[in-house]
């Protein structure tokens, strides 16, 4: 007997359009701590010193100091588990997509394909004048930030406080979850909008909706099912189960 609803794995077994939206929670498995809880990045920073367009401009070494201990911290680490099984999804479904909220490249290095940054990537840079991007991050001379050819200065590529979210990602991401037959809500606390209103959304569109969580969230009351554990342990279990279910049909 699977631990799994006959429902959910059913669901998935006839599924086409399956959507994901992902938070820090699928990383913390493998190293990166998520925002918040007890041993959340929030807790220990404040955001309004350090992700905002004010903050950089007040102290740009500062907030470039910081984004350099993420960056070590992301570029040690290896995707887990989680990341891997929907890499494989992503083979078997005819359309998937992952929505993250994540900025540390994990689900590519899982080799995911379809993935929608909605936060940024901080492997990258940005011109805060031209806005166009590179992949090397160093910062200047100083700690102070590097200068782009069109005299603009580079900041990290990833949405701040009171920013918007890269709006062809977003857009993308709001018809996949429209248009899903299943929806899954992974390692997120589901309090950041808009990305928060995509589980929410694919469920008003009719997507079965899935929560994985090792809490209760803002959006677990929205969603069909909320399995409770960590991602990198559910998703391969329930994978596991759906394949030998698709093996049972063949
Ligand atoms: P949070 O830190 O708010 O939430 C992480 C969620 O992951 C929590 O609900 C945890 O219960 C859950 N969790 C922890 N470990 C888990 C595991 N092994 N498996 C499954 N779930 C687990 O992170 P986000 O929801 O991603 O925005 O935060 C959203 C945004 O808030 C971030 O993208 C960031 C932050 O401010 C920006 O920087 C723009």
Redesign the pocket.
């Known amino acids: 007997m699977s631990v799994f609803s006959d429902t959910l794995v059913q669901r998935l077994a006839v599924a086409v359009r399956v959507g994901v939206l ?5 990383s ?2 493998s190293g990166i701590d ?4 007890a041993r ?3 807790k220990k920073f404040k ?1 309004e010193e350090l ?1 905002s367009m004010d903050a950089f401009l007040k102290n740009p070494q500062l907030v470039l100091q910081w984004y350099e201990y993420r960056r070590r911290i992301i570029k040690s680490v290896k995707p887990n588990p ?1 990341h891997h099984v929907l890499m494989e999804m992503e083979k078997h479904f005819a359309h998937f997509a992952i929505s993250t ?3 540390d490249s994990l689900h590519f290095k899982a080799g995911s394909k379809n993935v929608l940054e ?3 990537n901080i492997l990258k840079n940005r011109c805060t004048r031209c806005g166009c991007s590179n992949f090397h991050p160093e910062t200047g001379q100083n700690g102070q930030p590097q200068k782009c050819g069109c005299g603009g200065l580079f900041r990290p590529d ?4 009171g920013e918007m979210l890269p709006e062809d990602a977003l857009t993308e991401s709001f018809e996949i979850a429209g248009r899903a037959d299943v929806y899954f809500s ?7 909008y808009p ?2 209103m995509l589980p929410v959304t694919a469920a008003d569109a009719g997507a079965y909706v899935v929560e ?4 209760k ?1 803002a959006i677990t009351n929205r969603t069909h099912e909320s399995i409770r ?4 342990e ?1 998703l391969p279990a329930l994978w596991r189960v759906v394949k030998s279910r698709l093996e049972e049909t063949i």
Request: charged share 10%; proline share 2%; no cysteine.
């Open positions: 992902t938070g820090a929670g699928i913390a498995e998520t925002f918040r809880g959340g990045l929030w955001p992700a989680a909220q994540n900025i909605l936060h940024g990833v949405v701040w406080f992974i390692g997120t606390s589901a309090v950041v990305a928060a994985i969580n090792t809490e969230t554990g960590k991602a990198g559910i």
